[in-house]
């Protein structure tokens, strides 16, 4: 088919399209403007909403994970892990963590970071919830300048900074079984516990930081005394078995416990990191109390197994001392051995400080020697086989002085009693050592075979035999006897029976026939007692009674 065109004229009457020009800008250019302008106030907004960027540093990533894991404070959610990495040389965990702008101002220096997850101690099972949710990073806001980079703790601190409270400081030069979380207690109950621990500057000792929580916190003042409450304490000394235990928490865990004098007295409590010893008991704390005291010297010529330093010192029971030194000094030049002993006397235990000011402190005990004051030892305890120093008078002992040419003076020592008593025992064997004693045993031999002779010979048979002969006359003397007196007593009898009936009870013959009875009474009595006689001495048939003994 052949395609028509319009002709010449047919085009010349097509009307033209007048074209007019605009000025400005089109409005379809608005849209990506308004679009660009919102992106930039979200953009704006979104940075100024986001907070800040933090990396804490961990020693293992156990349960983290990178968009999962929350940052909480008081179990609000605050932010969100972004990467879990390993450092550079492997020896530590980095985490990174985007944060609200609202904790930005908390992030400072000494702020505190770590892992909560399920944990059991000595203080209790913690993190319980985490079972189901899963660990989070925990935080404790610190004091000091803005900070981006952190060192997480290893454990969760046992005190955080919104718990009230006081931090106190104890040194002691062995810590013994108190770990970190262990309790604090005053009078049994629990008000604090340790933070830390660590060696002293000086490499001398330790340092131990505790938290008292408030209000007893109060109770701390500058007088204050700390000591050892873990697990049992057992001693044994002169004094016997003594076993203390604070509590079955401080047993398992250990613990410190405190006390402070004077606590019902006006006192202001202690500054915060006031500095305490920490003893090693209660028992050393008492001894500390006694400030002052005063060396002397003891020789003792005997044993002294069981005496140790740190053995007490008595008077009358007392103790007002104890035992610092036990030493053994050998002089070959004068062949001699020489046990001395330094003990310690505390004055404030007997009442002496007073007297010692502006005087000698040995003047008094110079007296007292010269009275006659003298050390003893003496067993403390049977079962350990403990020593004590013994103090007291020994009037019967040599006079003496109390000797001041030492270093020490030295109070002049008696034998101990066990000595003593050995010393009895050996004069008594040396004075029966000193006895003639084969003589006297062959003086005894002699007399022992002289009487066995008397006994075995025939004179003292032939006397054995005549005595039986006696008695079996003497036993039918008095049978004889017997069947004849037998039948005038019951002749007797009858006779005062007749008389009864025909005397009345009030008559002269009444009368008369009763002294009689009693006569013949008596008359019976008599010969019984002579036929008992002559049955236990029938000799005397033939000697008579006064060959009787």
Same mark, same amino acid.
């Given at each position: ?69 929350? $940052?909480?404070? &008081? *179990?609000?959610? =605050? @932010?969100? /892990?972004?990467?879990?990495? !390993?450092? %550079? +040389?492997?020896?530590?965990? #980095? ?88 309790? $604090?207690?005053? &009078? *049994?109950?629990? =008000? @604090?516990? /340790?933070?830390?621990?660590? !060696?002293? %500057? +000086?490499?001398?000792?330790? #340092? ?95 044993? =002294? ?8 010192? %008595? ?235």
């Amino acid at each position: 088919m052949l395609e028509e065109h319009p002709s010449a004229l047919e085009r010349d009457e097509l009307p033209e399209v007048a074209v007019k020009k605009r000025r400005g800008i089109s409005l379809v250019w608005l849209i990506p403007l308004v679009a660009g302008a919102i992106a930039i106030w979200l953009g704006y907004t979104t940075l100024q909403e986001k907070g800040p960027t933090i990396r804490v540093v961990f020693d293992d990533a156990e349960g983290l994970e990178a968009g999962k894991t929350r $940052v909480k404070y &008081r *179990n609000v959610e =605050v @932010g969100l /892990v972004d990467e879990v990495s !390993l450092s %550079e +040389d492997l020896s530590h965990i #980095v985490v990174t963590a985007s944060l609200d702008k609202s904790v930005e101002a908390h992030m400072k220096e000494g702020t505190q970071f770590w892992i909560v997850r399920p944990r059991i101690g000595f203080g209790g099972v913690s993190g319980l919830g985490t079972l189901l949710s899963g660990a989070y990073v925990e935080f404790d806001p610190g004091a000091g300048n803005s900070a981006h980079d952190f060192v997480g703790l290893p454990e969760p601190p046992p005190i955080t900074s919104r718990v009230p409270g006081t931090q106190f400081v104890l040194r002691t030069d062995r810590l013994g079984p108190i770990g970190r979380g262990a309790p $604090v207690y005053y &009078r *049994n109950i629990a =008000v @604090g516990q /340790v933070l830390a621990y660590r !060696l002293a %500057e +000086d490499k001398q000792g330790l #340092v131990v930081n505790i938290f008292v929580d408030a209000p007893n916190d109060q109770l701390v003042r500058p007088s204050s005394r700390f000591w050892n409450a873990s697990g049992i304490n057992v001693s044994l000394g002169a004094d016997g078995v003594d076993v203390a235990m604070e509590s079955l928490e401080a047993l398992l865990a250990g613990g410190i416990a405190f006390d402070t004098p004077d606590i019902s007295q006006p006192g202001e409590p202690a500054a915060a990191d006031t500095t305490f010893p920490l003893f090693a008991s209660f028992r050393d704390v008492t001894e500390a109390g006694y400030t002052e005291r005063i060396p002397y010297l003891v020789e003792f010529d005997g044993s =002294v197994r069981g005496l140790r330093p740190g053995s007490p010192v %008595e008077f009358r029971g007392m103790q007002i001392g104890a035992v610092t030194d036990v030493r053994l000094e050998i002089d070959a030049a004068q062949d001699a051995v020489r046990i001395p002993v330094t003990l310690e006397i505390e004055p404030q235990r007997i009442g002496m400080e007073h007297e010692a000011e502006g005087v000698e402190p040995y003047t008094v005990i110079a007296a007292l020697v010269e009275r006659g004051l003298r050390a003893q030892l003496k067993s403390g305890n049977l079962l350990t086989g403990e020593l004590l120093v013994d103090l007291d008078f020994h009037p019967d002992s040599p006079p003496a002085k109390l000797d001041r040419s030492g270093t020490y003076p030295e109070i002049p020592a008696v034998p101990a009693q066990l000595e003593a008593l050995t010393a009895s025992v050996t004069t008594v064997l040396n004075k029966l050592a000193a006895l003639p004693l084969p003589e006297l045993v062959e003086d005894l031999r002699r007399t022992v075979q002289g009487i066995d002779s008397l006994v075995t010979s025939p004179d003292t048979r032939g006397t054995i035999a005549a005595l039986n002969q006696s008695a079996v006359r003497l036993d039918a003397l008095i049978g004889t006897l017997d069947q004849r007196v037998g039948p005038f007593l019951i002749q007797a009898q009858s006779t005062l029976a007749s008389a009864d009936g025909v005397v009345g009870a009030n008559s002269q013959m009444r009368y008369d026939l009763n002294a009689v009875l009693k006569e013949l009474t008596g008359a019976a009595r008599s010969i019984r007692v002579f036929a008992d006689y002559l049955e236990r001495h029938p000799e005397a048939l033939l000697r008579g009674k006064a060959g009787v003994p």
